[in-house]
């Protein structure tokens, strides 16, 4: 079954029940549908079918989730753009995923797109998000091993990669979220970042559509606005949040905070970035309050493992697997490590048992033989992240993918930032890693080696990065060095460049 058909039949038994609600709108599960079925409509008037992408670049908002619905009726493929990115980064991602359509909110989103969309060759129209509207339609037949999205991440290269996933492989995850955390209808959820991102969109409503359960949309955070929500709403579930949400809540003004009543919610899932452990215990010491940790990325696709909720969890841990996903650690040669020892952490399906072939993580990178079938060697997805078990089966991790650096939940590559700083001719040798910061766990920061005779200042820099990326990339500091620390293999040693770093 595919993602519109198991929606249209949650419809049909809770149609009437506030599916989703804005700060000045509501929508029944019948009207989203509606929303869903005119879009898919419109759409298919535009020439869009099977196995066309479909791109979207627009906020949290109703119509969002009712263009990907749509897009999913007609069998079409969602291209989820992160509406921060520039021009030049959008335009990668049209040409990547060869999108026919591009659905786009008013204002900057619109303007960036209609920038670039001559130099898209396979993008037809660019139309504002809500606008197509046709005659209403239901969800076609489709292989549920058929693609459902391409929502892209960056690698190594600095490239963005668009990682695919089938129907099926997001409802065995969705499925397998709801039963972990025991989701009914009876729940609440406030989605508070991004809709744009997998995991946010995964954890979010979509986890509540298919729950028959209502919820709550925040445009933009603020700590007050979620505070309130919260409270008027009693929220229950929280799928994805991030560390400086919880970090803003304790630096309410006493009067504000007074006002702070978390007791409704029973979870709210922590990841993105690691949570501090004195933003914890004082988090959790004011607000009598409880985070579930939680490991995965858009790969996953979105939740690889988390707090268990029939022992106690351990505070420096990230969670057991979860149910049906069989997580190992291996060394250089792909082979197993015993329990304790450190090594790349892989997901894939078990070969037996209850949950035998049930997993799938990303079904290719689009458009990426070669790095696709490296990602996935031996049938399983190496995340590039090193991590160990212990021995009551909780996972650890011990440093995060290929340098990464996370951003208030957004993912900075530092090779794409590095390959922009060395088009400057001014600048011999440059290293970008992620400097602490007490509300967004990390940002972007650049040593820089100045080649011979070059005047360059620390906003000259910035300007370089800044001026051509999306704001969460955005460097916030700049150190000049005159050489830089190196292991055997000439290789730059970012830990050592990263330790003490804090802005």
Known sequence: MSLARRIEEVVARVPDKVALRTEDRELTFAELDELASRAAGGLRALGVGPGDRVAIMAG?????????????????????????????EVLYQLRSSGARVVL?????SREVIDEVAASAPDLAHVVSIGEPSGEPVRAVDLDPGADATIFYTSGTTGLPKGATHTHRALLVQLDMVREHYRVTEDDVFLSVLPIYLLSILILGPLSSLLAGSTCRLLSKYDPSTFATFVREDRTTMIGASIP??????????????????????????CGGSPMPPEIRKAFEERYDFRFIHAYGGTEGPAMVSTDPFDRPRKFDSVGVPMAH?????????????????????CTGPYEEGPYAGLYEPIRCYWGMPEESEEALRGGRLHWGDIGYFDEDGFLYLVDRKKDMIIRGGMNVYPKELEALLYEDDRIAECAVVGAMHPRYGEIPFAFVRPAPGAELTEDDVKAIVNERTARFK???????????????????LKRELRSGLEL
């Open 60 to 88: 949290s908002h109703p119509e969002f989730v009712a263009s990907v619905v749509g897009t999913w009726k007609l069998g079409a493929i969602v291209v989820a753009v992160n509406a921060q990115l520039g021009p030049e």
């Open 325 to 345: 996903i069989k997580v190992t650690i291996v060394d250089d040669q792909d082979r197993d490590v015993p329990v304790g020892e450190i090594g790349e952490i």
């Open 104 to 108: 786009a909110d008013p204002g900057r």
């Open 474 to 492: 955005h460097l916030e500091g700049v150190r000049f060095v005159e050489e830089f620390p190196r292991n055997a293999l000439g290789k730059i």
């Open 244 to 269: 400086m949400m919880f970090s803003d809540l304790l630096d309410l003004p006493p009067e504000e905070a007074e006002r702070v009543d978390l007791s409704s919610i029973r979870v709210a899932s």
